[in-house]
Nanobody
Framework: QVQLQESGPGLVKPSQTLSPTCTVS??????????WSWIRQPPEKRPEWIGYIAYSGNTYYTPSLKNRNSISRDTSKNQYTLRLRSVTPEDTAMYCC??????????WGQGAQVTVSS
């Protein structure tokens, strides 16, 4: 059974880069037809989908983050990483990784809280 686990710094200073990593076990991130996503939920707000890196390596991002975000992967470690540049306190959120299939069924990690503060 696939499992996802987020990791990374819990505190980031404004203007720096936020970069949580998702480590996947029980399945390969190159397996066909899966999309490895990042979603965040700020305090008292709805979840916001950030983007994904597909099994092929193709990426897609939400336009709302104004090109501040990118997702990369390390297939040798079966990991993928979100980078969000020029962060502000508004980027404080629970950051979750999830595997989504073409039927929109998903498996989620537990999430990692990231706070942007000086």
């Amino acid at each position: 059974q696939v499992q996802l686990q987020e990791s990374g710094p819990g505190l980031v200073k404004p203007s720096q880069t936020l970069s949580p990593t998702c480590t996947v076990s029980g399945g390969s991130i190159t397996t066909n037809d899966y999309y490895w996503s990042w979603i965040r939920q700020p305090p008292e707000k709805r979840p916001e989908w950030i983007g994904y890196i597909a099994y092929s390596g193709n990426t897609y991002y939400t336009p709302s983050l104004k090109n501040r975000n990118s997702i990369s992967r390390d297939t040798s470690k079966n990991q993928y990483t979100l980078r969000l540049r020029s962060v502000t306190p508004e980027d404080t959120a629970m950051y979750c990784c999830a595997r989504v299939d073409e039927k929109y069924e998903s498996v989620w990690g537990q999430g990692a809280q990231v706070t942007v503060s000086s």
